[in-house]
């Protein structure tokens, strides 16, 4: 079935400024047909998922998919492993396996990566929320999965993503860093997953 809708899920901190944010929606609008979707995510990890729900409430059950960066790769797994979008194509790059452990020491006051002046405050209540919003450990159809992991990132350990996403196309990459400065690389093998 062809891709009809992309949904793109920027990271802590990150917006749909970012660089692969923006990379993103320049491949989407080159694609006939292609809606793209990458909202402002809320600090609040339950709002984030509620505003994700809403946005895609009315997408079709196969033909669309969702690409989520560092924790937009962990809320993209959670959309993905709920009933109503076990049909999708998910892409993941650099995804946080476990958000509520590593994001717990920046529990306090938060500047956009993109934009310093924007603040948000970061709350042991927003920990709380990651570990219930925490997707089951066994995906299902791990072959939806395309998960684009970079040995050099310098946040997450690599080998815990090739654990949690193992059985799931994508690629490992030996350098490269947390921001895949190098993304344009790896759209190609991202693009065709999406498209199927």
């Known amino acids: 079935m062809p ?10 901190r990150s917006s749909p400024a970012s660089a692969k944010a923006r990379r993103m929606a320049q491949w989407a609008a080159e694609q006939t047909g292609l809606l793209f979707d990458c909202p402002q995510l809320p600090p609040s990890p339950l709002e984030a998922m509620a505003l994700m729900q809403e946005r895609v409430r009315d997408w079709p059950a196969e033909g669309a998919a969702v690409v989520g960066s560092s924790l937009g790769g962990f809320y993209a797994t959670a959309l993905a492993e709920q009933p109503a979008h076990r049909g999708w194509r998910v892409g993941l790059l650099n995804p946080a396996v476990d958000p509520a452990r590593d994001l717990a020491r920046h529990i306090g006051t938060q500047t956009a990566w993109h934009d310093p002046t924007l603040q948000f405050d970061f709350t042991a209540a927003h920990v709380e929320e990651l570990r219930r919003l925490a997707p089951p450990p066994l995906l299902r159809q791990p072959l939806r999965y395309y998960a684009v992991i ?3 990132d310098e946040l997450l350990d690599w080998r815990e993503m090739l654990a949690r996403y193992a059985g799931c196309d994508g690629e490992l990459l030996e350098g490269s860093d947390h921001a895949l400065s190098d993304f344009e690389n790896q759209l190609p093998g991202l693009a065709r997953h999406l498209l199927g």
């Open 3 to 12: 891709l009809t809708h992309l949904l793109y899920l920027h990271g802590f």
């Open 150 to 152: 970079a040995k050099g």
